[in-house]
């Protein structure tokens, strides 16, 4: 399940112009400053791919890199930039909404969810509707080698997956499958590589 290649296609505005040779694929989504990149990093063992798509002008596009020829990972924009203005935010959502309403191809969008704090308000939206719009997730808990800190809420990673999962639960009839990750000591990798690969045979 490993990634031997990693390459940068294309930075799409809109659900149509994305790339159209049918191959799965899976999307990164979560409010700026999650861990992201460094996520996309860690998963394609490559430092600077991920930074393709921070370059200005990419980071508000739907970006897509083909692993092994055979799949996709697709890097959305992050939510809930403060400095964002309004009318930006709003634009956003409406891309990245949809792009998870009409691309056939989309496996399982892959929501990233920072664990060394307490949830926010709006991972929490982002979460209900996806499961309200029937849309397969992955929860991806971020930056589990974080130690409690006070002004974290005193709570170890552990606790704020479950203070999550709790949260969520009556948005989905199923609870969606769920990965703790860091990418400092790439805990989490080889899972995620290999739930991909069990998604993509079903
Ligand atoms: P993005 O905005 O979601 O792409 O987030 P980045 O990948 O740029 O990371 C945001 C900040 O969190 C940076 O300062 C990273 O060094 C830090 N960070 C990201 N992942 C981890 C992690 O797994 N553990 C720790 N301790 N810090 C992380």
Redesign the pocket.
């Known amino acids: 399940a490993q990634i031997m290649q990693a390459d940068f296609i294309k930075s799409s505005v809109r659900t149509q112009d994305c790339p159209s040779d049918g191959l799965p694929e899976f999307a990164l989504v ?1 409010r ?8 996309l990093n860690s998963l394609v063992r490559r430092k600077r791919l991920a930074l393709t798509s921070k370059k200005p002008g990419k980071t508000q596009c739907i970006n897509h890199f083909r692993i092994n020829d055979s799949w996709y990972l697709v890097d959305l924009p ?1 939510y809930g930039y403060a400095a964002a203005p309004q009318e930006l935010r709003i634009d956003w959502e409406k891309f990245t909404k949809d792009y998870f309403l009409n691309r056939p191809t989309l496996v399982s969008v892959f929501l990233l969810i920072d664990a060394s704090i307490p949830a926010k308000k709006m991972d929490l939206e982002y979460a209900s509707w996806l499961g309200e719009n029937q849309i397969p997730m992955t929860l991806i808990f ?2 589990c ?2 130690r409690k800190k006070r002004k974290n809420g005193g709570k170890r990673p552990e606790e704020h997956v479950n203070d999550f999962q709790d949260l969520i639960r009556s948005f989905f009839q199923t609870a969606p499958p769920w990965i703790m ?4 000591t790439n805990q989490g990798r080889d899972e995620i590589l290999l739930h991909m690969a069990q998604l993509r045979n079903y």
């Open positions: 979560g700026s400053n999650v861990g992201k990149s460094s996520l992050g971020t930056k080698d974080k990750t860091s990418s400092v």
